[in-house]
């Protein structure tokens, strides 16, 4: 393990859609990004962008509840969306603040791999699913000891020459894993909250802490349900395996973690 402390502090960052389609919004995250010190990578999706696209060239979006259903004309979209046009704006971007960004995919340096959705009452299509093997950590370490941000878009690899359409929010989970290994590592979703809300009407309630036994609590409460208990039990299980913390909060807070101001819902074991 690197013996100097910033040398061994990792930030991985995952972005959503709204802050992708929004340039002023990309603009102040990305700012704030390259002010984090330390070993940072960069996850994306491609927001708004690939469903455009796909109606401009009259290719039929297809989603059931709420997933994209990945048929060969649509994985041809996201691949260009997401690992050309948005993934090269946003290292550009980078470049431009000082941050040596790489704009990659999962087949680029063999570092994710993933097994396409086996066929069950649904066919996903070409979407790829993340093992316990996937993340090649070692290289992806060599390349930020070298210099660089990693900035991946949410395309992966079966190892066969086949491109997969993988959640961007479980590429982040499973980089941190695996690099938590050879670094202090730090996983931050940000998307359109400033966090984990008491009261989801009220952006004041957030809940600055939560530890397992928090976590429960909050359930039986039915404070925190639906759609952020597979995200909270998805950040707990990353905890399990050795990710230092989870961070959940707005993209345009991200600005505090290196002021050292309080930013988001902080997720980790019981102290």
Known sequence: MPENTSNNK?????IGGNVIDNSENLYHFLKSFTAIEGHKILVHGG???????????????KLVDGRRITDIETLRVVTMVYGGLISKNITAQLQRFGTNAIGLTGADGNF???VKRPVKSIDYGFVGDITKDSVNAEDISKLMQAGFSPVFAAITHDGDGQLLNTNADT????????LSDIYETTLIYCFERKGVLQDIDDEDSLIREIDPQRYEELKEQQI???????????AFKAIS??????IIGHAEDLGNIGD????????????
């Open 47 to 61: 927001g708004k962008v690939a469903t455009q696209l796909s109606d401009t060239l009259g290719i039929e979006s």
């Open 241 to 246: 395996c050795g990710v230092k913390s989870v």
């Open 224 to 234: 925190i349900h639906s759609g952020m208990l597979p995200k909270l039990d998805n």
């Open 112 to 114: 994710i791999k993933a």
């Open 10 to 14: 990792l930030h991985v960052i995952k």
């Open 171 to 178: 590429i982040a989970s499973a980089l941190a894993v695996a």
């Open 260 to 271: 050292s101001k309080p930013f988001g819902t902080r997720l980790s074991k019981k102290q």
